[in-house]
């Protein structure tokens, strides 16, 4: 399955952030979402085949990569009280397809001071 | 633009009640049509889909309907069991968005014995 590190984090305001995903075997799509407290996830950007392959409603500071092992990074500069979030990392087969599953890791829990 | 809504939580229900969860949709493009179901301290699971217009997705007794004219999907379980308490989120995915996903803010069920 899909994996996180680490489960959670605590970060002051300013520092930086790098959360870890590591894909199910096999697959070539990385996504990230943004779930703060009582809402649904957004989306923050996702990787096909080591590329940005589309971005939601996120600064710059939010940045990615991804690795040929299938892991993959997501980094958050400058980081402000509002980035207090669950961090979920998805991945799937196929480049992502329309209907392809995503399939989704249980998160690292972000909270900044 | 294209985004989602639910019907508020959270929701109480005694075993073997009727569960119906409401969600309607509004997209730029042809949606396909998604319930993710997330338990205590998990990652969001796939429950069930549906790609086009009236299709019906099914899944552990739970059931959707892809209504093109009231541009809903909304959730029906026949009968729930306690198991089955968790946050339920709808989401779409059009095709001129790649693979990301829009999500709604979820409904907390709870079903008491």
């Known amino acids: 399955g899909v994996t996180q590190s680490p489960t959670h984090l605590i970060k002051t305001r300013g520092q930086q952030v790098t959360l870890r995903c590591s894909s199910q075997?096999?697959?070539?799509?990385v996504s990230w979402y943004q779930q703060a407290l009582g809402q649904g996830p957004q989306f923050i950007f996702q990787y096909y085949r080591k590329e940005e392959n589309g971005r939601g409603n996120f600064p710059p500071r939010f940045s990615g990569l991804q690795f040929p092992n299938d892991s993959s990074e997501l980094n958050v500069n400058a980081l402000e009280l509002d980035d207090s979030a669950l961090y979920l990392c998805a991945s799937s087969l196929g480049g992502g397809g329309l209907y392809n599953e995503q399939f989704f890791g249980p998160g690292t829990r972000l909270t900044v001071l | 633009g294209n985004s989602v809504t639910q019907m508020e939580g959270p929701v109480t229900l005694s075993e073997e009640a009727f569960l119906t969860i409401n969600c309607t949709y509004t997209a730029t493009g042809y949606p396909s049509l998604f319930w993710y179901v997330q338990y205590p301290g998990e990652g969001l699971q796939l429950l069930l889909k549906a790609t086009k217009a009236d299709d019906k997705g099914s899944n552990k007794g739970f059931e959707a309907t892809y209504r093109k004219e009231t541009t809903s999907f909304h959730l029906e379980k026949g009968s729930v069991q306690v198991s089955d308490s968790a946050v339920y989120f709808c989401a779409l995915s059009v095709s001129n968005t790649g693979n990301q996903f829009y999500f709604g803010t979820g409904t907390s069920l709870t079903v008491i014995p």
């Open positions: 075997s096999g697959h070539n799509t």
